[in-house]
């Protein structure tokens, strides 16, 4: 199975902060790359798709880059709204996989 | 709008069994892959398995953790997605959600792109 590994695993910052989540995946997954949003008690919502692509309606302060096993989410100029839970995914190879999370905790 | 309804999560006894459904609309039901996702109490989220569309011959795919056991089914005639699960046990203790899939690249690499609220199954004596 690809394990995806995301870093750090939570974080506090404060609005208007820029955060950057990683997320290594254990072999190559190709562009098959999706991050997701989970607000506590939510259900998750996807951000971005095939690493960059920014699902309709995103604000363009979330953004998605890397390559072959090393991906990166950023959130620039951090809103209230986006203090939550961070996933990546991999749709590459099955079982697809997620990342174990990323926590943006509120400074 | 798109819109998932999951349904049918409960308590249920270890060695149990449970069916949940998804009620999809606001979009073509037919030409998209499925999946179901699950979240224990308190923590990250697993791929529990697909559904593909009735051009990929329905074919389905699953978790090691769930093979043999869980069934993915779908009525393109009722806009429904279901799984069946058999002798649960109490690690399957978990939100269920349902997800629409959409496809990027040449090839139908499917992602999550919508899902629905969730439903709760606990598996408890």
């Known amino acids: 199975d690809i394990q995806m590994t995301q870093s750090p695993s939570s974080l506090s910052v404060s609005v208007g902060d820029s955060v950057t989540i990683t997320c290594r995946a254990s072999?190559?997954?190709?562009?098959?790359l999706a991050w997701f949003q989970q607000r506590p008690g939510r259900a998750p919502k996807s951000l971005i798709y095939a690493v960059s692509n920014l699902q309709t309606g995103v604000p363009s302060r979330f953004s998605g880059s890397g390559s072959g096993t090393d991906f990166t989410l950023t959130i620039s100029s951090l809103q209230p709204e986006d203090f939550a839970t961070y996933y990546c995914?991999?749709?590459?190879?099955?079982?697809?996989?997620f990342g174990g999370g990323t926590e943006v905790q509120i400074k | 709008d798109v819109q998932l309804v999951e349904s049918g999560g409960g308590l249920v006894q270890p060695g149990g069994s449970l069916s949940l459904s998804c009620a999809a609309s606001?979009?073509?039901?037919?030409?998209?892959?499925m999946e179901w996702v699950r979240q224990a109490p308190g923590k990250g989220l697993e791929w529990v398995g697909r559904?593909?569309?009735?051009?990929?011959?329905?074919?389905?795919e699953y978790a090691a953790s769930v093979k043999g056991r869980f069934t993915i089914s779908r009525d393109d005639s009722q806009n429904s997605l279901y799984l069946r699960m058999n002798s649960l046990k109490t690690e399957d203790t978990a939100i269920y959600y349902c997800?629409?899939?959409?496809?990027?690249?040449?090839?139908?690499?499917?992602?999550?792109?919508?899902w629905g609220q969730g439903t709760l199954v606990t598996v408890s004596s």
């Open positions: 606001g979009f073509t039901f037919s030409d998209h892959y």
């Open positions: 072999q190559g997954i190709d562009n098959h």
């Open positions: 997800t629409r899939g959409s496809c990027s690249g040449g090839s139908c690499h499917s992602f999550p792109d919508n």
């Open positions: 559904s593909r569309n009735k051009a990929n011959s329905y074919s389905t």
């Open positions: 995914y991999q749709y590459n190879t099955f079982p697809l996989t």
